[in-house]
């Protein structure tokens, strides 16, 4: 379908779309209105810049007008769904004189073919000072569609629905309507740290806040080492690649050994896990006081697990002065779930294994702050401080593909308690192998999963190190500790002390 050349005003070569602010932006007041809108376009400019995208961008009437070239149509149309502070926004399909005759012609060029044996309706607005009457509009124009094209009107549940905007600049003619990501724009509502452990909880808690207009850096308590890293990492990636425009988020790695090994030795085993909660609280107070954020933000949800009943809930929050936000509290799992696939973060988030799950009895369901504190009364409070003050720091935006990959591949040496993998195809294997190693190829991956238990820590060795590095990779994206040893066998041999041996 096209349109009749001498009615359209918008260059042939651009697409302009219609953006609607979210609704709750329109009830503030004027001057608030106008930040919100002013940090909404900066975020836009910065992802489409990202992207690559010339645009030009202004406001009008409460709404926004993007122009970018034709051939990033499709491309702009994926990235506005997840821009926070739009309430929706509409591809114009044609901008027109305001005269009945051009918005009719243009019309029925445009619209007739769509709606043939259809329901249809035309909805015409205002906007701005009054240049043209919508009811004529709607009149007119619905009934030469309906004479031309046999088409039914429907006005309560039409099929198609032909929105026609009039306003001092001209007519703008769409039917599409998609809905935004609505909350608030991003960096509205202060800064706050979110404790994650890349699972499915501690995602949709941080895109929440995000989608409430919260600035947000990601603090780990790493109890797994880089394979653990890495896998949070990469769902932080993913989560603010496609949500966090114009946010400038880094992620705060702690090594959380010191600390829990503090816990099994001073602390009564029932209280490890609402112990070992209450350290992050306060590691995590420590990053926020640090980089002037005002909440902690956790993807605690009433009753999930046994540190999350209400009297546990007390007594871990009593472990910091700063206000603890938990936006996923009324959740079920399965609602959380289903939002971490709409979100992107569920593919990674279901091969995260369960690290802070710390006591081999059962943990204590229901505690009191005074009983919990008895036990930390001997650990020692430098630890957290030191925690935080030796962290590792992550500009997330500044994050490639091969930043999530390479570093978090390899081992230089051997863990105490690890298990050798030997990758060497069999016959490889048969002529050598490292005392007590297990053998799987990258044939056997399937069988590896099933047979090998997630709990501990795996050093893959091949001749070279280059079938270990691969299979090291689908070990840690099924959440295994895993990781290849550099420089394959001979670097292997060396540190087993096996230089003499001939293979």
């Not at 506005?80 to 901008?95: R, Y």
């Not at 009811?135 to 549940?157: F, N, P």
């Not at 890495?230 to 959380?256: S, T």
Request: with cysteine; hydrophobic share 40%.
């Amino acid at each position: 379908m096209t349109t009749a050349a001498t009615s359209i005003t918008l260059p042939a070569d651009t697409t302009r779309f219609l953006l609607r602010l979210s609704p709750e932006i329109l009830l503030k007041s004027q001057q608030v209105r106008r930040q919100f809108q002013e940090t909404l376009r900066r975020n836009l400019r910065t992802v489409l810049t990202r992207e690559g995208i010339d645009h030009t961008m202004r406001h009008y009437h409460g709404r926004m007008m993007l122009d970018v070239p034709r051939t990033m149509r499709a491309r702009t149309r994926d990235l506005l769904p997840k821009i926070f502070g739009l309430g929706s926004f509409s591809v114009i399909d044609a901008q027109v004189e305001n005269t009945m005759e051009a918005i009719t012609s243009t019309m029925v060029s445009l619209y007739a073919d769509a709606i043939r044996g259809k329901r249809f309706a035309v909805l015409a607005k205002r906007i701005g000072p009054r240049v043209i009457s919508t009811r004529e509009v709607q009149y007119i124009g619905g009934g030469m569609l309906k004479d031309l094209t046999g088409a039914t009107v429907d006005l309560d549940t039409p099929e198609v629905l032909i929105r026609v905007d009039i306003t001092e600049e001209g007519t703008y003619l769409f039917c599409d309507r998609v809905e935004g990501a609505g909350g608030l724009p991003a960096g509205t509502q202060g800064k706050v740290v979110s404790l994650v452990s890349g699972g499915f909880d501690s995602m949709v808690a941080s895109w929440q806040m995000m989608r409430r207009g919260a600035r947000m850096d990601f603090v780990l308590c790493n109890l797994a080492g880089a394979a653990a890293e890495r896998m949070v990492l990469q769902a932080v990636k993913v989560l603010c690649d496609l949500w966090a425009a114009g946010l400038q988020p880094r992620f705060h790695i702690i090594d959380f050994q010191p600390l829990l090994a503090d816990i099994r030795t001073h602390q009564k085993q029932s209280y490890w896990q609402i112990t070992l909660k209450r350290l992050m609280y306060r590691v995590a107070e420590g990053v926020a006081a640090d980089i002037h954020a005002g909440a902690i933000v956790t993807g605690e949800a009433l009753g999930q697990v046994s540190s999350q009943t209400l009297a546990n809930l007390v007594t871990i929050d009593a472990a910091t002065s700063m206000p603890v936000l938990r936006p996923l509290i009324g959740m079920d799992k399965k609602d959380i779930i289903t939002q971490a696939r709409y979100i992107g973060t569920a593919p990674i988030s279901e091969h995260v294994p369960e690290y802070c799950g710390i006591t081999p009895t059962k943990p204590a369901t229901s505690s009191t702050i005074e009983r919990v504190a008895r036990g930390e009364a001997n650990m020692d409070p430098a630890l957290v401080e030191a925690a935080v003050r030796d962290r590792k720091i992550i500009d997330v935006n500044g994050v490639t593909a091969a930043d999530l990959r390479t570093p978090y591949l390899w081992a230089d040496s051997l863990p105490e308690g690890a298990r050798l993998i030997d990758c060497q195809p069999p016959e490889f294997y048969r002529h050598w192998h490292a005392p007590g190693a297990l053998h799987y190829t990258v044939e056997d991956l399937k069988r590896l999963y099933k047979e090998v238990p997630k709990d501990g820590t795996y050093i893959l060795y091949c001749h070279r190190g280059v079938l270990s590095a691969v299979m090291a990779e689908h070990m840690q994206q099924r959440g295994y500790a895993a990781y290849a040893y550099r420089g394959g066998l001979s670097s292997l041999r060396t540190e087993l002390g096996l230089d003499g041996f001939e293979f």
